[in-house]
């Protein structure tokens, strides 16, 4: 029922900003928990960040970004956008934005939709 597109990935210097956006589609985006994880080569899955739909209306960050990461969403625009600034090296890895509805899960197994992803690099 939603398809999920992200964009916004590339190379920064640590302590830079990039800002990452996710296209989603469907009829009722407002409604749907958006989340961002990430996966770096040989790591698991981890959890980044999590918006909750119009029924929720509250956001969620792990540890390791809280502070510097920001996510947000326009519901006008059916879009999801995590800011990501002061980057460090341990913040690369492929970015996916994911979504679910009637939950606020921080793990991926609660997320039925999923995109493919968006490459950040952090260089020292």
């Known amino acids: 029922q939603v398809q999920l597109a992200e964009s916004g990935g590339g190379l920064v210097q640590t302590g830079g900003s990039l800002r990452l956006s996710c296209a989603a589609s469907g009829r009722s985006f407002s409604y749907y928990t958006m989340a961002w994880f990430r996966q770096a080569p040989g790591k698991e899955r981890e959890f980044v960040a999590i918006?909750?739909?119009?029924?929720?209306?509250?956001?969620y960050y792990a540890d390791s970004v809280k502070g510097r990461f920001t996510i947000s969403r326009d519901n006008a625009k059916s879009t999801v956008t995590l800011q990501m600034n002061s980057l460090k090296p341990e913040d690369t890895a492929v970015y996916y934005c994911?979504?679910?509805?009637?939950?606020?899960?921080?793990?991926?197994?609660?997320?039925?939709?999923w995109g493919q992803g968006t490459q950040v690099t952090v260089s020292s």
């Open positions: 918006t909750g739909g119009s029924w929720s209306g509250t956001t």
């Open positions: 994911a979504a679910t509805w009637g939950t606020v899960p921080r793990e991926p197994a609660g997320y039925a939709y």
